[in-house]
């Protein structure tokens, strides 16, 4: 590669090896990403794009080419990368691996057919076609439904009191309130005094019909009017409530509108299926004695059992079978095969718990990425590049071993890989290491190191170094002392069952297990949800509002707090959700820092003179931004069967203000130069503004210097978005009394930047709060001061305390398979 200059990149030529294992490395916002995705995976993408099809040269030009001047020698690349954000997409683990199709085939060619039942097409065992989706639930499952209870909460009310609650508010309320006067019902009788007869037929009936509606007029005036077929004020069409509630939530645009309907409605396991969304034919089709349903249901792992002696050919019947129909047991037998071979593949990748029809959008990014790679492992591609994003990421020690045998795998088969990673484990497997930096953003770009692993010890500029050649006994902190407990009874939630745990009050805990183990499901999903109930605060609604309302309607949650409750005031949840889904969130905004920039703009005598107020500044108010792209800085370009793309605004060229706005400079700067600028400049440039100068310091503390001010919130990886609620949590005075819960915060973190978060998380306990994170980083967990392992293995085979003490105590504990990893850390 020569002449690279995307994003940070100063202009580097490297030279790196084809089937290799090669490992980026260096600190968070080095470049390690613009060089591996940014560059050679971007072009290799082009290169490919352009030899399929003369139309992508438009998407290309859009999306932009990488700054490059020449790569010789790139193969095809597959980017198996972390998605930012969640999946949109509605997909299982079955049907993301294929795994899915094969099981179909299984059961159409090699199932156990009823007597006189003739043979099904594997469509049939597919709950998305019609040949095989349930009629009831059409293939869900679930039956959403609205029941006189859901949608009259207070049976005490009138209907003029709006005792269908489930009606719509407003006019649309009245109007059709108006209607049912019309028809001669009862509007002002308490609504459990009126005939079942017209309650029913007001709920759930499915007649619309279209009658005077006399506005404003009472009932008495109503009929009087129908009587002399006075002119009405408007015809109206009466819809019952049943009907407009499933309605509203099937038709409607606005996630808004369908939250406030799904309150009004109530699911259910659809009766006929079971749950398993198909017909009552496939369903009759078993394997092993199970239908596709219950093996779908299963955990991989089981399923490989269920499947191997089939292989084998000790299943019983398959002596009988290859007897009879010798055609039919090979079918079942290749099949069968095939399906065990792709599931050692996710077995050994740690994923074996998981069952066939969970649904994508519940796993992890970690666990996304690995199903992914499974996938490949079985695609049998070579002479490919496989570019990888900290595919350690979620993984305990124990899976990262295996994690390995699978790249060493693809690259046994004659692919390449390009692995950005964090993990030391990692980088000490590489067969190359190209190094970048030596720090982030303007300070990085540069190549510090190309070459085989040793040779990185010699580069004195390089960070990656300390970590993986300076000799770093874990200094033994001594544990602080809890200042109470917080207990919970009887959590059960996926794979706890009636568990009972303590957390320390007042310090700093991690939580660790293998995958799987049940970690989220405790800390992030239970413990979040039932001390923010016991505050009394609602959870804030995930941004996915479809999604939280599908949960929301599923889950329970099993277990109570006992005691301990006294010591905290407030929950924060510092998670990696993006902090917002368009560009027109982002750094700046989402953390407050913009209101200042903002006042300190209005503030000018320029601005003052042209009586710019602070709303001018917002690219999201019409006075002071672009009208072509309305503030965004970009456009979307639709396009049919891809995902829209964002170009930039052919207008302001992505500065997102109108000229005049950017007529007012501050200290020699308008609003989008400072929007452009990375958190690190701005620190040095605002130094005389405290407010802002304070804001940007503890974003440089949490290894956020090298991120841009005005960078889009769609941009930003779970980590980073982790880390700027952080920042935004730590501006904040502190009380004490916070209980703070975080998913993996070392997320894409270099262990020099983890280092800096440690020192701020130890900051929040000394000012009297407690923190819980979930973590695999063994320094991480080493410096903390109580450790809870779960485990001992993944799924079903998890899902309890393992052992519970301080560091010393966990690594002392010959059953706990974190023990060896941290005693190795602790010296
Ligand atoms: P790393 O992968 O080492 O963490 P990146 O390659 O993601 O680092 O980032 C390197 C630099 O490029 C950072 O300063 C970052 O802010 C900047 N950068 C990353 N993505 C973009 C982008 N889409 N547009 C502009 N700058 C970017
Ligand atoms: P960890 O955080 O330790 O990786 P999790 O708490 O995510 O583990 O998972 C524990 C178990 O619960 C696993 O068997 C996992 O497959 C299962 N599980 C987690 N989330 C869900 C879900 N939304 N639906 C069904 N099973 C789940
Ligand atoms: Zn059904
Ligand atoms: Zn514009």
């Known amino acids: 590669m020569r002449g690279a200059r995307e994003h940070n990149l100063k202009d580097v030529d490297v030279d790196i090896p084809r089937d290799a294992f090669v490992v980026f490395t260096g600190i968070s916002g080095s470049g390690k990403s613009s060089l591996a995705f940014g560059t050679l995976y971007a072009e290799a993408q082009r290169r490919y794009f352009e030899s399929v099809a003369p139309y992508a040269r438009r998407l290309i030009d859009q999306a932009g080419v990488p700054e490059v001047d020449?790569?010789?020698?790139?193969?095809?690349?597959?980017?198996?990368?972390?998605?930012?954000?969640?999946?949109?997409?509605?997909?299982?683990?079955?049907?993301?691996?294929?795994?899915?199709?094969?099981?179909?085939?299984l059961y159409s060619r090699a199932g156990t057919y009823p007597p006189n039942q003739p043979h099904l097409d594997s469509d049939a065992f597919s709950p998305n076609t019609p040949a095989?989706?349930?009629?009831?639930?059409?293939?869900?499952?679930?039956?959403?439904?609205?029941?006189?209870?859901?949608?009259?909460?207070?049976?005490?009310?009138?209907?003029?009191?709006r005792a269908i609650a489930a009606w719509p508010p407003a006019w649309h309320g009245q109007n059709l309130r108006d209607i049912l006067v019309s028809l001669g019902y009862d509007v002002d009788t308490p609504w459990r005094e009126l005939p079942q007869k017209d309650r029913e037929w007001i709920l759930f009936t499915e007649e619309q019909p279209t009658v005077p509606v006399y506005a404003g007029f009472t009932p008495a005036e109503t009929r009087r009017a129908l009587r002399r077929k006075e002119a009405p004020s408007y015809m109206g069409t009466f819809t019952s409530a049943r009907k407009f509630v499933l309605q509203t939530f099937a038709t409607t645009q606005s996630a808004m509108i369908k939250k406030r309907v799904s309150q009004y409605m109530v699911s259910g396991e659809c009766r006929l299926c079971h749950g398993k969304r198909l017909r009552r034919e496939?369903?009759?089709?078993?394997?092993?004695?199970?239908?596709?349903?219950?093996?779908?249901?299963?955990?991989?792992?089981?399923?490989?059992?269920?499947?191997?002696?089939?292989?084998?050919?000790?299943?019983?019947?398959?002596?009988?079978?290859?007897?009879?129909?010798?055609?039919?047991?090979?079918?079942?037998?290749?099949?069968?095969?095939?399906?065990?071979?792709?599931?050692?593949?996710?077995?050994?990748?740690?994923?074996?718990?998981?069952?066939?029809?969970?649904?994508?959008?519940?796993?992890?990014?970690?666990?996304?990425?690995?199903?992914?790679?499974?996938?490949?492992?079985?695609?049998?591609?070579?002479?490919?590049?496989?570019?990888?994003?900290?595919?350690?990421?979620?993984?305990?020690?124990?899976?990262?071993?295996?994690l390995l045998k699978a790249l060493d795998q693809l690259k046994g088969s004659g692919n390449s890989l390009f692995v950005v990673e964090h993990e030391v484990d990692v980088i000490r497997h590489a067969d190359w290491i190209v190094d970048v930096g030596p720090a982030a953003g303007e300070h990085g770009g540069r190549i510090l190191y190309s070459g085989p692993l040793e040779g990185l010890a010699s580069v004195e500029a390089s960070h990656t170094r300390r970590y993986l050649f300076e000799e770093k006994a874990a200094a033994r902190h001594t544990p602080r002392s809890p200042k109470g407990w917080l207990r919970l009874e009887g959590v059960s939630r996926n794979n706890l069952h009636g568990l009972d745990v303590e957390f320390p009050l007042g310090?700093?805990?991690?939580?660790?297990?293998?995958?799987?183990?049940?970690?989220?499901?405790?800390?992030?999903?239970?413990?979040?949800?039932?001390?923010?109930?016991?505050?009394?605060?609602?959870?804030?609604?995930?941004?996915?509002?479809?999604?939280?309302?599908?949960?929301?309607?599923v889950l329970t949650t099993g277990g109570k707090i006992v005691s301990g409750m006294e010591g905290i005031k407030r929950l924060v949840r510092v998670d990696q959700r993006p902090i917002g889904r368009t560009p027109r969130s982002n750094l700046a905004t989402y953390t407050g820092l913009f209101d200042h920039v903002r006042k300190l703009f209005a503030a000018t005598k320029e601005a003052r003179a042209r009586r710019f107020d602070v709303g001018r500044f917002s690219f999201n108010v019409a006075k002071g931004r672009c009208e072509t792209c309305e503030g965004e800085g970009f456009v979307s370009v639709e396009l049919l069967f891809l995902p829209s793309v964002y170009a930039p605004c052919p207008t302001c060229h992505g500065a997102r203000y109108n000229a005049k706005t950017l007529e007012i400079?501050?200290?020699?700067?308008?609003?989008?130069?400072?929007?452009?600028?990375?958190?690190?400049?701005?620190?040095?440039?605002?130094?005389?503004?405290?407010?802002?100068?304070?804001?940007?310091?503890?974003?440089?503390?949490?290894?956020?210097?090298?991120?841009?001010?005005?960078?889009?919130?769609?941009?930003?990886?779970?980590?980073?978005?982790?880390?700027?609620?952080?920042?935004?949590?730590?501006?904040?005075?502190?009380?004490?009394?916070?209980?703070?819960?975080?998913?993996?915060?070392?997320?894409?973190?270099?262990?020099?930047?983890?280092?800096?978060?440690?020192?701020?998380?130890?900051?929040?306990?000394?000012?009297?709060?407690?923190?819980?994170?979930?973590?695999?980083?063994?320094?991480?967990?080493?410096?903390s001061d109580w450790v809870i392992d779960m485990g001992p293995g993944a799924g079903e085979e998890g899902g309890k305390v393992v052992v519970a003490g301080t560091p010393a105590q966990v690594a002392a504990t010959s059953k706990s398979r974190t023990a060896p990893y941290l005693s190795e850390c602790l010296g």
């Not at 690349?77 to 099981?103: C, D, E, F, K, W």
């Not at 249901?297 to 398959?318: D, F, Q, S, Y």
């Not at 007897?323 to 990748?349: F, G, N, S, Y």
């Not at 001390?531 to 929301?552: A, T, W």
């Open 507 to 553: 310090v700093f805990t991690t939580v660790t297990g293998v995958s799987g183990s049940g970690k989220s499901s405790l800390v992030s999903q239970v413990l979040v949800e039932l001390v923010s109930e016991q505050l009394g605060h609602e959870l804030l609604p995930d941004e996915d509002e479809g999604e939280e309302l599908e949960r929301s309607v």
């Open 282 to 402: 496939s369903l009759s089709v078993t394997f092993a004695g199970l239908d596709i349903g219950e093996l779908s249901r299963l955990p991989l792992k089981r399923v490989a059992e269920i499947l191997r002696p089939t292989v084998n050919g000790t299943a019983p019947g398959m002596a009988k079978l290859s007897r009879e129909h010798p055609e039919k047991a090979l079918v079942a037998q290749r099949i069968a095969k095939d399906l065990l071979a792709r599931i050692d593949v996710l077995a050994e990748l740690g994923l074996g718990y998981l069952s066939l029809e969970r649904s994508t959008p519940t796993l992890s990014p970690g666990e996304l990425q690995r199903l992914r790679l499974a996938t490949q492992v079985r695609s049998n591609l070579f002479g490919v590049v496989y570019v990888l994003d900290e595919p350690s990421a979620g993984l305990h020690p124990a899976d990262t071993a295996s």
């Open 132 to 161: 095989g989706a349930c009629p009831n639930c059409h293939g869900l499952g679930r039956v959403y439904d609205a029941t006189e209870e859901s949608m009259v909460p207070d049976p005490s009310l009138t209907i003029r009191e």
């Open 665 to 783: 400079q501050y200290r020699g700067k308008n609003i989008a130069e400072v929007l452009g600028m990375t958190v690190d400049a701005a620190y040095a440039f605002f130094a005389e503004d405290t407010a802002v100068h304070r804001a940007l310091g503890v974003l440089k503390e949490v290894g956020l210097g090298y991120l841009r001010l005005g960078q889009p919130a769609t941009e930003l990886s779970g980590g980073e978005a982790q880390r700027i609620k952080l920042a935004t949590e730590l501006q904040r005075v502190q009380r004490g009394h916070t209980l703070y819960v975080l998913d993996e915060p070392t997320t894409g973190l270099h262990p020099a930047d983890v280092d800096r978060l440690m020192s701020q998380l130890n900051g929040l306990v000394e000012a009297g709060n407690t923190i819980i994170l979930v973590e695999h980083d063994m320094r991480v967990i080493a410096a």
């Open 70 to 105: 020449a790569i010789e020698g790139l193969p095809p690349a597959v980017a198996l990368q972390q998605h930012r954000g969640t999946p949109t997409t509605r997909s299982s683990v079955g049907s993301v691996t294929t795994i899915s199709n094969s099981l179909r085939l």
